[in-house]
């Protein structure tokens, strides 16, 4: 067996003490009273080996199923998509993966570059007029969003409609309610689309944004120009959530009047894994940009007229007074944010276009093949994009196992959304599947149908 690796031995412990005029390590805890103190070892295990330590890590570890072991068809905000290679290259060379906040522009002219790229991209993909260097994750940015769209209006209430994540929306409300923001919550139609009358309903002189998701949670398609025209209406701003490989295809928010765009950024190049670390993005017109949170990459002349990339407009609390910050947002998830620059340069637009393109096709041909298994109905009549919805005969959750042990991740089970859809699945397709796995999905669902009802 090989020895363990202990960074300390006793002879060390024995000096360390004699340095500073101890008896024994116990004497350091002298201060803490004994009716506070364990008064026994804990109850672990003794101490492993390097290779027994290894081992059991493996064996941890091996009870996790990553979803390249199985056929996913989840979605739901996160997504399974090819990310090229030159990705994981890029972004594991140590000058960036070690890379910290580029406080200082004379030794960091490489990463904000590299932050001024993902920002041009990001106006370029939503049609917006400015971008900053990136948040959290996409309930983040939603959140920010809309604490952008009160403090420009100087109003305090926010209209979500119930078609953006639910996640997203838990997210939204608990931002707002430290700051007194009402949020309205407004059902969706049942076509899967905004409800324009209930939002209209909703809309007024106190309401600062209006924000929706498309495509929606539920995998349908919004139509951006009339929810814009709702919110103008009434002073309010529009708040897009898109997802971004949809702008392969779909209009940008830019286009049909969004104020504000933000969202995801993991469909671009950022694995899954297991729920994150992921990255928000978020756009808006200029004559918001003193109300975005973070900071921002810019591009102007050093004192010799040599191109020089600077941070600027830092209205975060840690550079101006707290009671003038727009948000205490103390990251920009660089790391991430340049796997979302690098699969874009990859890409291009027309790549980008033909992803989401493959995208669009195969979830409509899976769409219509689990259409015909006996029982099985697509509730939603609006157009979608990827993904959407299904009602089974019988309760999603077993159908979910049965599939699981065919090697099938059937989908996102909406019940964990709302225990009035016990029989909704929520189904996505990406650019990842073949039609031969396409075909697998329909039979095994079919079977497991047939099985549990």
Same mark, same amino acid.
């Given at each position: 067996?090989?020895?363990?690796?202990?960074?300390?031995?006793?002879?060390?412990?024995?000096?360390?003490?004699?340095?500073?005029?101890?008896?024994?390590?116990?004497?350091?805890?002298?201060?803490?009273?004994?009716?506070?103190?364990?008064?026994?070892?804990?109850?672990?295990?003794?101490?492993?080996?390097?290779?027994?330590?290894?081992?059991?890590?493996?064996?941890?570890?091996?009870?996790?199923?990553?979803?390249?072991?199985?056929?996913?068809?989840?979605?739901?905000?996160?997504?399974?998509?090819?990310?090229?290679? %030159?990705?994981?290259? %890029?972004?594991?060379?140590?000058?960036?993966?070690?890379?910290?906040?580029?406080?200082?522009?004379?030794?960091?002219?490489?990463?904000?570059?590299?932050?001024?790229?993902?920002?041009?991209?990001?106006?370029?993909?939503?049609?917006?007029?400015?971008?900053?260097?990136?948040?959290?994750?996409?309930?983040?940015?939603?959140?920010?969003?809309?604490?952008?769209?009160?403090?420009?209006?100087?109003?305090?209430?926010? %209209?979500?409609?119930?078609?953006?994540?639910?996640?997203?929306?838990?997210?939204?409300?608990?931002?707002?309610?430290?700051?007194?923001?009402?949020?309205?919550?407004?059902?969706?139609?049942?076509?899967?689309?905004?409800?324009?009358?209930?939002?209209?309903?909703?809309?007024?002189?106190?309401?600062?944004?209006?924000?929706?998701?498309?495509?929606?949670?539920?995998?349908?398609?919004?139509?951006?120009?009339?929810?814009?025209?709702?919110?103008?209406?009434?002073?309010?701003?529009?708040?897009?959530?898109?997802?971004? %490989?949809?702008?392969?295809?779909?209009?940008?928010?830019?286009?049909?009047?969004?104020?504000?765009?933000?969202?995801?950024?993991?469909?671009?190049?950022?694995?899954?894994?297991?729920?994150?670390?992921?990255?928000?993005?978020?756009?808006?017109?200029?004559?918001?940009?003193?109300?975005?949170?973070?900071?921002?990459?810019?591009?102007?002349?050093?004192?010799?007229?040599?191109?020089?990339?600077?941070?600027?407009?830092?209205?975060?609390?840690?550079?101006?007074?707290?009671?003038?910050?727009?948000?205490?947002?103390?990251?920009?998830?660089?790391?991430?944010?340049?796997?979302?620059?690098?699969?874009?340069?990859?890409?291009?637009?027309?790549?980008?276009?033909?992803?989401?393109?493959?995208?669009?096709?195969?979830?409509?041909?899976?769409?219509?093949?689990?259409?015909?298994?006996?029982?099985?109905?697509?509730?939603?009549?609006?157009?979608?994009?990827?993904?959407?919805?299904?009602?089974?005969?019988?309760?999603?959750?077993?159908?979910?196992?049965?599939?699981?042990?065919?090697?099938?991740?059937?989908?996102?089970?909406?019940?964990?959304?709302?225990?009035?859809?016990?029989?909704?699945?929520?189904?996505?397709?990406?650019?990842?599947?073949?039609?031969?796995?396409?075909?697998?999905?329909?039979?095994?669902?079919?079977?497991?149908?047939?099985?549990?009802?």
């Amino acid at each position: 067996m090989p020895h363990p690796y202990l960074p300390l031995t006793d002879h060390d412990r024995a000096a360390m003490l004699k340095a500073i005029g101890e008896p024994a390590v116990d004497s350091l805890f002298d201060s803490i009273p004994p009716d506070l103190r364990l008064g026994r070892p804990l109850a672990l295990p003794g101490h492993l080996s390097e290779m027994e330590l290894a081992r059991e890590f493996g064996r941890m570890a091996g009870a996790n199923r990553p979803v390249s072991s199985l056929e996913s068809y989840l979605g739901a905000g996160a997504y399974e998509h090819y990310a090229p290679s %030159v990705v994981r290259h %890029v972004l594991g060379r140590s000058e960036f993966y070690t890379s910290y906040t580029p406080y200082q522009p004379e030794l960091t002219q490489g990463m904000l570059q590299a932050i001024w790229e993902y920002q041009s991209m990001v106006c370029l993909l939503t049609g917006m007029d400015v971008s900053n260097a990136s948040l959290y994750e996409g309930g983040h940015a939603l959140a920010e969003s809309c604490l952008m769209a009160c403090a420009a209006t100087g109003r305090k209430k926010v %209209v979500l409609a119930e078609g953006l994540h639910p996640e997203y929306r838990q997210v939204v409300k608990t931002y707002a309610g430290p700051q007194g923001i009402q949020v309205v919550e407004v059902p969706q139609a049942a076509s899967g689309a905004a409800d324009l009358k209930a939002l209209e309903a909703h809309l007024d002189q106190d309401c600062a944004a209006l924000a929706f998701m498309n495509p929606n949670f539920f995998g349908c398609l919004e139509s951006g120009a009339d929810l814009a025209g709702l919110a103008h209406s009434k002073g309010a701003l529009l708040v897009a959530c898109v997802e971004p %490989v949809s702008l392969g295809l779909l209009a940008p928010p830019g286009d049909f009047g969004a104020d504000i765009a933000c969202g995801e950024g993991q469909p671009l190049g950022i694995p899954l894994s297991f729920g994150g670390p992921w990255v928000g993005f978020i756009a808006c017109r200029q004559a918001l940009v003193r109300r975005m949170p973070g900071r921002i990459a810019g591009i102007t002349d050093d004192n010799r007229g040599q191109r020089a990339f600077v941070l600027t407009l830092q209205t975060r609390e840690q550079h101006i007074r707290r009671e003038k910050a727009t948000s205490n947002i103390c990251t920009n998830q660089t790391l991430l944010a340049l796997a979302a620059t690098v699969t874009l340069s990859a890409l291009g637009p027309v790549g980008l276009q033909e992803v989401a393109t493959q995208c669009l096709s195969k979830a409509h041909y899976l769409a219509g093949l689990v259409s015909r298994v006996p029982g099985v109905e697509l509730p939603h009549a609006a157009p979608f994009f990827c993904e959407f919805t299904l009602r089974l005969p019988v309760e999603s959750a077993g159908v979910c196992r049965a599939m699981r042990g065919q090697g099938i991740l059937a989908g996102v089970e909406l019940s964990r959304f709302d225990k009035a859809r016990p029989r909704d699945l929520l189904v996505c397709a990406t650019e990842t599947k073949t039609r031969a796995q396409l075909d697998r999905y329909a039979e095994v669902l079919a079977r497991a149908i047939k099985e549990a009802a």
